[in-house]
């Protein structure tokens, strides 16, 4: 790869070599090369710009998780050495709850839970990265309630005014990262599986999925069957049925010894004006940025179906932005209305109740 380190077969062996040495093999010095002195790294929670800021949420994770092991579990790419590369890269990590910190008293308890990350690399080095930690999963397993947990968080940073602020477009810093992905058909083809579940078309889901489809979402829950796919997509889109749903990034890939794939980077942005995974509509502004992988397969049907969905986004997050704006009890004052950021990509719009486009 021109532009690397001859160190490396191609690209998902960087993407996986680098994590393993950053996280497994105490190698956060490396950081200074791996990561470009003045990176954009978004994650639900917040907005880190810096290699400095990087290593030091590194030292504080490995603090609290010592014995932490990320297992990759596939990478999707696009791009070239030359022009630069993106890697959708999923992870299953292990980890032991050994002291406090960000989570709390140390509890001894064991976790797993998935990540996906999304980074542009050029010339050994990552400038842009986007990155989803399966927060429910963890929180669940550390006997929080994710609402519960946003909540203490708050006020452990100071209280609304003064707490971390959540990713939104008005918090997000531009990178030099300005991709889409590439055209390639299986990416093309869930986008627009995920642009009609967001029409409220849930007739997509036999049509699209196979009927033995295994499913991976928020909270470490796996599901089997159309019913899980249908009770996730409808539980988020009903709590948002008024916001907007946008493809941000899409790749689609065929790869020797692989299944077809595809990643693709989404958000809603809107009021949380419905009934649905979020419960009693508060009227809240919220952005819920989201990274998915499917698997493609044809096993007793006509065409290539969905047979593995994988879907995160930070419900902590979620509950943290609806928080900040109706008070710690999840009541309360009326929501300030935001001014929204002006997006170029394609998005869909949900007519709420009244028939009126918001």
């Not at 949420?57 to 932490?68: H, I, K, V």
């Not at 050495?81 to 008293?105: C, Q, W």
Request: with cysteine.
């Amino acid at each position: 790869m021109k532009g690397f380190s001859n160190r490396w077969r191609d690209f998902p062996d960087y993407i996986i070599g680098i994590t393993k040495e950053i996280w497994e093999e105490r190698g956060l010095h490396t950081l200074h090369h791996y990561y470009a002195p003045d990176i954009v790294v978004r994650s639900p929670a917040s907005v880190v710009v810096g290699n400095q800021s990087v290593i030091g949420a590194t030292m504080a994770t490995l603090a609290e998780f010592p014995d932490r092991q990320l297992l990759g579990e596939d990478v999707i790419w696009s791009g070239t050495p030359e022009e630069g590369m993106l890697s959708s890269h999923r992870i299953l990590s292990t980890a032991t709850h050994l002291a406090d910190g960000v989570y709390g008293k140390a509890t001894g308890r064991k976790l797993a839970y998935r990540i996906i990350a999304d980074c542009h690399a050029i010339n050994d080095q990552i400038n842009d990265e986007w990155l989803i930690r399966d927060q429910t999963a963890i929180v669940r397993q550390l006997n929080w309630d994710p609402q519960d947990y946003a909540r203490d968080l708050i006020q452990r940073e100071g209280g609304i005014e003064t707490c971390v602020k959540p990713l939104t477009p008005e918090t997000n810093k531009r990178g030099p990262y300005t991709g889409r992905g590439n055209d390639n058909v299986w990416g093309q083809n869930y986008a627009d599986v995920l642009k009609r579940l967001m029409s409220a078309n849930l007739g997509v889901v036999p049509a699209e999925y196979d009927r033995a489809i295994q499913s991976e979402y928020p909270g470490g829950i796996t599901g089997h069957g159309w019913d899980a796919v249908d009770r996730f997509w409808m539980g988020l889109r009903a709590s948002f049925p008024s916001a907007e749903f946008t493809i941000e990034h899409q790749i689609g890939r065929e790869d020797p010894h692989m299944p077809p794939r595809a990643a693709i980077r989404w958000s809603l942005y809107g009021r949380h004006d419905g009934w649905g995974y979020f419960g009693a509509p508060t009227g809240a502004e919220v952005y819920v940025l989201g990274l998915n992988h499917v698997e493609f397969g044809q096993v007793g049907t006509e065409t290539a179906k969905i047979r593995r969905e994988y879907a995160l986004f930070d419900e902590t997050a979620v509950w943290k932005q609806i928080l900040m704006q109706t008070g710690l009890q999840g009541a309360g004052r009326k929501p300030t209305r935001r001014v929204r950021a002006e997006k170029p990509q394609t998005v869909i719009k949900q007519k709420p109740p009244g028939g009126r486009l918001q």
